[in-house]
């Protein structure tokens, strides 16, 4: 059953409406409620707000990083553990194809029902996640793999164990090294890019967002709560920090965004697998066209530059 948001409350009556037509055997009735239900996706999709995209980035029925990995890496094969204390579900990393082209996919996995959600800790990864990643990618400069990045978490786990196993010190070792990986790299914000938990796999050569996601320093509960102490300017506080795709591609803090299909990733997921796909496609061949010493120089370059705005 799809789930409906509050600005979306036109669609589902006239889905509801196409259900009951076809339980009636309505043929005319259906056709003419499809091109009503064409008119009013395009009309609310056309100019949302801030807060409506953050609401999309979270839906539940958004395509979460296992759903693109399944469907675009060909002969794939999961690697586990951090070889110092444990494999983390919320990151997961793979090795296969896409394109014909030999890559290692490292992602933030959310669950989908109860029992995967509490499994894969909501999509906050321990600092075993982030060192899990960091040995993943060695192995990827060691073999000259290019590596892809899927992000999608609320934020690191800020619990008691991971604080005490260094939760700090894994986000700033994976930024640092990163930074001067040589192989070539693509991030990607496939949902929510929640803070340093984010930015822990997301030091790349190309850094793009999906249109409907979010990337942001807190989420806008803690900004609302920070500031205000008022949950009710959570919505304000969304529009105020700039968090959607074009606002930080006008900051110049990413570098593309890919297109969603226009209902939306979570009303078209293969719509957007492919857009995803086709994107990094390109950006390999752009990157395979460098020397990987020119690759990593821009990569420090381009890392540097962010805030110096004069």
Same mark, same amino acid.
């Given at each position: 059953?799809?789930?409906?948001?509050?600005?979306?409350?036109?669609?589902?009556?006239?889905?509801?409406?196409?259900?009951?037509?076809?339980?009636?055997?309505?043929?005319?009735?259906?056709?003419?409620?499809?091109?009503?239900?064409?008119?009013?996706?395009?009309?609310?999709?056309?100019?949302?707000?801030?807060?409506?995209?953050?609401?999309?980035?979270?839906?539940?029925?958004?395509?979460?990083?296992?759903?693109?990995?399944?469907?675009?890496?060909?002969?794939?094969?999961?690697?586990?553990?951090?070889?110092?204390?444990?494999?983390?579900?919320?990151?997961?990393?793979?090795?296969?194809?896409?394109?014909?082209?030999?890559?290692?996919?490292?992602?933030?996995?959310?669950?989908?029902?109860?029992?995967?959600?509490?499994?894969?800790?909501?999509?906050?990864?321990?600092? @075993? *996640?982030?060192? %899990? !990643? /960091?040995?993943?990618?060695? $192995?990827?400069?060691?073999? =000259?793999?290019?590596?892809?990045?899927?992000?999608?978490?609320?934020?690191?786990?800020?619990?008691?164990?991971?604080?005490?196993?260094?939760?700090?010190?894994?986000?700033?070792?994976?930024?640092?090294?990163?930074?001067?990986?040589?192989?070539?790299?693509?991030?990607?914000?496939?949902?929510?890019?929640?803070?340093?938990?984010?930015?822990?796999?997301?030091?790349?050569?190309?850094?793009?967002?999906?249109?409907?996601?979010?990337?942001?320093?807190?989420?806008?509960?803690?900004?609302?709560?920070?500031?205000?102490?008022?949950?009710?300017?959570?919505?304000?506080?969304?529009?105020?920090?700039?968090?959607?795709?074009?606002?930080?591609?006008?900051?110049?803090?990413?570098?593309?965004?890919?297109?969603?299909?226009?209902?939306?990733?979570?009303?078209?997921? @293969? *719509?957007?697998? %492919? !857009? /995803?796909?086709?994107?990094? $496609?390109?950006?390999?061949? =752009?990157?395979?066209?460098?020397?990987?010493?020119?690759?990593?120089?821009?990569?420090?370059?381009?890392?540097?530059?962010?805030?110096?705005?004069?």
């Amino acid at each position: 059953m799809a789930s409906y948001l509050d600005f979306e409350k036109g669609i589902k009556q006239i889905d509801d409406d196409i259900a009951n037509a076809k339980i009636r055997g309505d043929e005319h009735a259906v056709e003419i409620l499809r091109k009503n239900l064409e008119k009013e996706i395009t009309k609310t999709y056309k100019n949302l707000n801030e807060f409506q995209r953050l609401n999309l980035a979270r839906h539940p029925d958004r395509p979460y990083a296992l759903d693109y990995i399944r469907a675009l890496l060909k002969d794939s094969y999961e690697i586990h553990g951090d070889r110092a204390f444990r494999d983390d579900p919320s990151i997961v990393c793979y090795i296969g194809y896409i394109g014909g082209k030999k890559v290692i996919v490292i992602a933030e996995q959310k669950g989908r029902g109860t029992k995967y959600k509490i499994m894969r800790n909501f999509g906050m990864p321990h600092p @075993e *996640g982030y060192r %899990k !990643a /960091l040995r993943i990618a060695r $192995l990827a400069e060691k073999f =000259e793999i290019p590596i892809i990045f899927l992000i999608d978490t609320p934020g690191a786990y800020p619990g008691v164990g991971a604080e005490e196993r260094g939760q700090s010190e894994a986000i700033a070792r994976n930024l640092f090294e990163f930074s001067e990986l040589k192989t070539r790299t693509i991030a990607v914000v496939i949902g929510e890019g929640g803070s340093g938990g984010a930015l822990a796999i997301g030091v790349a050569d190309r850094l793009a967002m999906m249109k409907n996601s979010v990337f942001s320093v807190i989420s806008p509960e803690g900004c609302a709560a920070i500031l205000w102490n008022d949950p009710s300017k959570n919505e304000a506080a969304t529009k105020a920090m700039k968090i959607t795709a074009d606002d930080l591609k006008e900051l110049k803090l990413v570098d593309d965004v890919i297109d969603e299909p226009v209902m939306g990733a979570h009303r078209d997921k @293969e *719509g957007a697998i %492919k !857009a /995803l796909g086709e994107y990094i $496609l390109k950006q390999l061949d =752009e990157l395979e066209k460098q020397d990987i010493d020119d690759v990593v120089k821009n990569r420090i370059e381009k890392i540097l530059s962010i805030g110096a705005y004069a």
